[in-house]
């Protein structure tokens, strides 16, 4: 047997191939891309990276140049995802011998011409770069893993987020709605009521001496306050009712169904919301076209939007009486589109690719999450749509959402 075929055959096991934290971190790797528990074995069925104690029925070979060397287990992933991880493996320590290969035919041809030697170079750099390019391609999936992972873990706690708040304002709602409706009734008897004392206070007036009484008592003063006072408080309990129907409309975040929904009833509802924190003397306009019903997530669409609105409310915060916000709706023929523009501090050209990153905010410390804009792309995007994002440092910004027919 010749020297280099001997160094070929000592190099055949597994363990020789890979050193053992080599071995943990392509079975972790593995791991992340399988979503399973990860081993490899040696021929003997040794351990030698890896999970221990899994079950050897889910194992499969792992194959080098027409001959098994390893066993791969995986129980938890589909036999075709075995399959097809195992032949990565086998595709990463292929060039590696093909290098072992190579360097000891050049050692055993010594003083070759040097065309042969140029020749094996050339071989070498090619399997250099097909080594190179498959462990960039695994990296990159275990990246674009890592990234779904981190992403489906966000949605989950955005989803549990929305459906508190849903459970929240469903019971202040409905806490609220009862006492108004009775408060609301009892202020409209007490009108009847005191049309009916004014009557009697006319009538008194026509009695000997009733006009000294209502004047020693005041009685016009008192009746015209007291009606005053009662229309003063219907208005205020109408305003209460409008901001508990403003809940009900985001109450049912919390509920996962789907329906068809007027989309600028949810724009109305999300703007009435916003619109009670503009500064004083800033506007909101709506200027709503027509769009067809909509089959979503109601409360999670209406969330989203009122998101993007407190965005634009917050960058018009510092404009006073000239703060404005336009919200615009149409259809396209294939989509509908919302345009909600401000003219507000705006955002730097260089900051725009970090708009939608969680946790980035332009905002002082302390005054924004930087999570409104990811949650509304990830709800936008649940909905088969998108969000486009212009922006102008000291002119104002627009964001256009688009949601497919």
Same mark, same amino acid.
């Given at each position: 047997?010749?020297?280099?075929?001997?160094?070929?055959?000592?190099?055949?096991?597994?363990?020789?191939?890979?050193?053992?934290?080599?071995?943990?971190?392509?079975?972790?790797?593995?791991a992340v891309l399988l979503d399973s528990p990860v081993a490899l074995q040696d021929l003997a069925?040794?351990? /030698?990276?890896?999970?221990?104690?899994?079950?050897? =029925?889910?194992?499969?070979?792992?194959?080098?140049?027409?001959?098994?060397?390893?066993?791969?287990?995986?129980?938890?992933?589909?036999?075709?995802?075995?399959?097809?991880?195992?032949?990565? /493996?086998?595709?990463?320590?292929?060039?590696?011998?093909?290098?072992?290969?190579?360097?000891?035919?050049?050692?055993?041809?010594?003083?070759?011409?040097? @065309?042969?030697?140029?020749? #094996?170079?050339?071989?070498? @750099?090619?399997?250099?770069? %097909?080594?190179?390019?498959?462990?960039? =391609?695994?990296?990159?999936?275990?990246?674009?893993?890592?990234?779904?992972?981190?992403?489906?873990?966000r949605q989950a706690y955005q989803a549990e987020r929305l459906a508190s708040v849903g459970a929240?304002?469903?019971?202040?709602?409905?806490? /609220?709605?009862?006492p108004i409706s009775f408060v609301r009734s009892n202020l409209r008897t007490a009108e009847t009521?005191?049309?009916?004392?004014?009557?009697?206070? $006319?009538?008194?007036?026509?009695?000997?001496?009733?006009?000294?009484?209502?004047?020693?008592?005041?009685?016009?003063?008192?009746?015209?306050?007291?009606?005053?006072?009662?229309?003063?408080?219907?208005? &205020?309990?109408?305003?209460?009712?409008?901001?508990? &129907?403003?809940? *009900?409309?985001?109450?049912?975040?919390?509920?996962?169904?789907?329906?068809?929904?007027?989309?600028?009833?949810?724009?109305?509802?999300?703007?009435?919301?916003?619109?009670?924190?503009?500064?004083?003397?800033?506007?909101?306009?709506?200027?709503?076209?027509?769009? *067809?019903?909509?089959?979503?997530?109601?409360?999670?669409?209406?969330?989203?939007?009122?998101?993007?609105?407190?965005?634009?409310?917050?960058?018009? $915060?510092? *404009?006073?009486?000239?703060?404005?916000? %336009?919200?615009?709706? %149409?259809?396209?023929? !294939?989509?509908?589109?919302?345009?909600?523009?401000?003219?507000?501090?705006?955002?730097? !050209?260089?900051?725009?690719?970090?708009?939608?990153?969680?946790?980035?905010?332009?905002?002082?410390?302390? *005054? &924004?999450?930087?999570?409104? #804009?990811?949650? $509304?792309?990830?709800?936008?995007?649940?909905?088969? &749509?998108? /969000?486009?994002?212009?922006?102008?440092?000291? %002119?104002?910004?627009?964001?256009?959402?688009?949601?497919?027919?």
């Amino acid at each position: 047997m010749s020297e280099t075929a001997s160094t070929f055959d000592q190099h055949r096991a597994i363990t020789a191939l890979l050193l053992p934290a080599e071995v943990d971190r392509l079975c972790a790797s593995l791991a992340v891309l399988l979503d399973s528990p990860v081993a490899l074995q040696d021929l003997a069925g040794t351990v /030698i990276g890896g999970s221990p104690g899994l079950a050897i =029925d889910s194992r499969v070979e792992v194959w080098r140049e027409n001959e098994p060397i390893a066993y791969l287990q995986a129980p938890s992933a589909r036999p075709e995802a075995r399959a097809a991880a195992a032949t990565v /493996i086998a595709q990463l320590l292929l060039a590696p011998l093909r290098l072992e290969i190579e360097l000891a035919a050049r050692h055993a041809a010594g003083q070759a011409d040097l @065309a042969a030697l140029a020749k #094996l170079d050339a071989a070498l @750099a090619e399997s250099q770069a %097909r080594y190179r390019a498959l462990s960039a =391609d695994f990296d990159g999936r275990v990246a674009a893993q890592v990234t779904l992972l981190d992403e489906r873990q966000r949605q989950a706690y955005q989803a549990e987020r929305l459906a508190s708040v849903g459970a929240l304002a469903a019971g202040v709602a409905h806490e /609220i709605n009862n006492p108004i409706s009775f408060v609301r009734s009892n202020l409209r008897t007490a009108e009847t009521y005191l049309g009916r004392l004014a009557s009697l206070a $006319a009538s008194l007036k026509t009695l000997p001496g009733g006009e000294a009484l209502g004047s020693d008592a005041d009685l016009d003063f008192l009746l015209e306050d007291f009606s005053a006072l009662l229309h003063d408080s219907i208005g &205020g309990v109408d305003r209460v009712a409008r901001i508990v &129907g403003d809940l *009900k409309g985001f109450s049912n975040v919390d509920k996962p169904q789907e329906d068809v929904v007027d989309l600028n009833q949810l724009l109305r509802s999300a703007c009435k919301m916003a619109e009670k924190k503009l500064a004083p003397g800033a506007v909101m306009i709506c200027e709503l076209g027509e769009v *067809k019903p909509l089959l979503c997530l109601p409360g999670h669409l209406a969330q989203a939007l009122l998101a993007i609105l407190n965005n634009a409310v917050q960058a018009i $915060a510092g *404009k006073g009486a000239t703060g404005e916000v %336009r919200v615009r709706s %149409r259809f396209d023929g !294939q989509q509908a589109l919302i345009e909600v523009s401000d003219n507000g501090v705006g955002i730097e !050209q260089s900051a725009l690719p970090r708009v939608f990153d969680p946790f980035y905010t332009t905002r002082p410390v302390g *005054k &924004g999450t930087g999570l409104g #804009l990811t949650m $509304a792309r990830d709800i936008v995007g649940a909905h088969g &749509g998108e /969000i486009t994002f212009d922006s102008v440092l000291d %002119r104002g910004t627009t964001v256009t959402v688009s949601l497919p027919d």
